[in-house]
């Protein structure tokens, strides 16, 4: 099916994603990764528009932003296991829940992590606010979509690492067990997928990476670049 | 079909809810449309989008769909069978359709908004020698360079849908679609840009504003968006009710 290249940072969660959908699909392919402070040509040729990361390379030609490329390899490796369901009902809905994610989830994650004191109160308010609606989702399914893991469990992935590695790194524990049951037993569940499970970055060197975006090295080049490019 | 089987909860100076209706009348949908009071939203809106309480919301059988680009893809998908298609079939095609509405949706409504929001108060004081409040003169006091930053950055956005056009009747090439929707409804507000911001869209991004008009030739499109000079009259009065 043509040749594949990855073009990614080694700490991403938006990258994982695109990892996660091109191994469980069994595609081949071959990662580039990126510094940000220094970006290739090659990522500024193959997306001009952004300048960002994750970028699929397919045959040549570029298909940039995370859910874009998670769809496009659901539909160019449509042989065996599918991401998104056929009906357009769970379509749309799978839809509107990687877009919470994207847009509200992540990045009130994200501020609950950057910030001190009373801000770091107020937005972890928001933060939990917008998993309980992640948690009433969850509701009576073993995965997001169902009894199968797929679109928007590689979407919420993240979860199963990236809370835990910060807690561990700077004492800051978001997802409680009493508060977040549903969610706790997913992140359980789908850490244990093989593929999943073999591909979470180093544990060391993202305790290290924390550190050094709270102590204001990393700071400047996380507010000037959009999470994505993380 | 029962038109009540598909039902939009609309709001008629919604860029969102456009993009919804150009997509319902490509496919030739009939629905019913009920109009929110933004101000007081009804029941219905809060239970069919509790996540977002915002419109557009579409019912089909009863169940909801939000957010105006899935609700097109979705009415794409569930009216399959009806020509004409709102995305190509061909995987990279739809992914770049896709990735074209997603940067509309990213770009274009944070810089309208801090244009419309943040400058027209400037207007309305110069316009209808309105008392000005302190909020509105502390805001105006910082107008120029902003006003002449934001306008850069609106331009520079729009130029690079000027490059992506290149010599195309649409975004995608021949055909009307899925992306032209995404951006089309901003059409209805280049005047009040225009007017707020003192420079013609037409000089910047002549093959936007070509292509906008070409889009307009479309019934679906002409029939979704209101007149312009109602939404700018609109702005106007919503803030010239926050600053009294």
């Known amino acids: 099916m043509g040749e594949v290249k990855l073009f990614r940072t080694w700490s991403s969660p938006f990258a994982l994603r695109v990892v996660w959908a091109l191994k469980l699909k069994g595609v081949e392919y071959e990662t580039i990764y990126e510094d940000l402070a220094n970006k290739s040509s090659s990522l500024l040729e193959y997306n001009p528009v952004h300048k960002k990361v994750p970028v699929l390379l397919h045959n040549g030609i570029p298909i940039c932003e995370s859910l874009v490329i998670l769809e496009y390899i659901d539909e160019t490796w449509n042989e065996g296991v599918r991401f998104l369901p056929k009906d357009p009902l769970a379509r749309a809905t799978a839809r509107f829940w990687a877009k919470f994610n994207d847009e509200q989830v992540f990045p009130s994650f994200f501020r609950y992590f950057m910030r001190q004191g009373e801000d770091q109160e107020k937005a972890k308010e928001k933060v939990l606010e917008n998993l309980k609606f992640v948690e ?3 509701k009576g399914k073993k995965f997001f979509d169902g009894e199968v893991f797929g679109f928007l469990d590689l979407v919420f992935g993240w ?3 990236y809370p835990g590695v910060i807690n561990k790194a700077i004492n800051l524990k978001l997802l409680d067990e009493q508060m977040f049951p549903n969610l706790c037993t997913w992140m359980e569940q789908f850490g244990d997928v093989p593929v999943i499970k073999e591909t979470w970055p180093d544990e060391e060197a993202l305790i290290h990476k924390f550190h050094k975006m709270r102590e204001g ?3 400047y080049i996380y507010t000037k670049l959009r999470y994505e490019a993380s | 079909m029962d038109v009540s089987e598909v039902v939009l909860l609309d709001f008629w100076a919604s860029l969102f809810c456009m993009r919804v209706k150009i997509a319902l009348a490509e496919k030739g949908v009939q629905y019913d449309c009920k109009e929110e009071n933004l101000a007081n939203k009804s029941q219905l809106l809060l239970q069919m989008n509790p996540v977002h309480k915002k419109i557009p919301v579409l019912i089909h059988h009863g169940k909801p769909i939000s957010e105006s680009n899935i609700i097109v893809q979705y009415i794409d998908e569930a009216w399959q069978n009806k020509h004409p298609p709102l995305l190509p079939s061909d995987p990279y095609l739809k992914a770049q359709a896709r990735f074209w509405a997603d940067f509309v949706d990213k ?4 810089i309208c908004h801090i244009f419309l929001l943040r400058f027209s108060i400037d ?3 110069v316009e209808k020698n309105t008392q000005i409040n302190d909020g509105a003169r502390r805001i105006w006091s910082t107008k120029g360079e902003e006003l002449e930053k934001a306008k850069r950055e609106f331009i520079e956005w729009l130029n690079v849908l000027e490059e992506q056009l290149g010599d195309k009747a649409y975004l995608m090439g021949e055909s009307f679609g899925y992306a032209d929707i995404a951006m089309v409804p901003f059409y209805c507000w280049f005047y009040a840009l225009e007017t707020i911001g003192k420079m ?7 093959k936007v504003v070509a292509w906008m ?11 979704s968006l ?8 609109f702005r106007l009065q919503k803030l010239n009710n926050k600053t009294t």
């Open chain 2, 107 to 110: 770009k274009v409504p944070i």
């Open chain 1, 136 to 138: 009433e989702h969850l």
């Open chain 2, 200 to 206: 013609s869209i037409e000089k910047e991004c002549p």
């Open chain 2, 213 to 223: 008009k070409r889009c307009m030739e479309r019934e679906s499109v002409s029939k």
């Open chain 1, 159 to 161: 979860l199963v690492c």
């Open chain 2, 226 to 233: 209101p007149d312009p000079h109602k939404v700018y009259e």
């Open chain 1, 217 to 219: 090295l990393g700071i």
């Open chain 2, 123 to 125: 207007l309305i004081c």
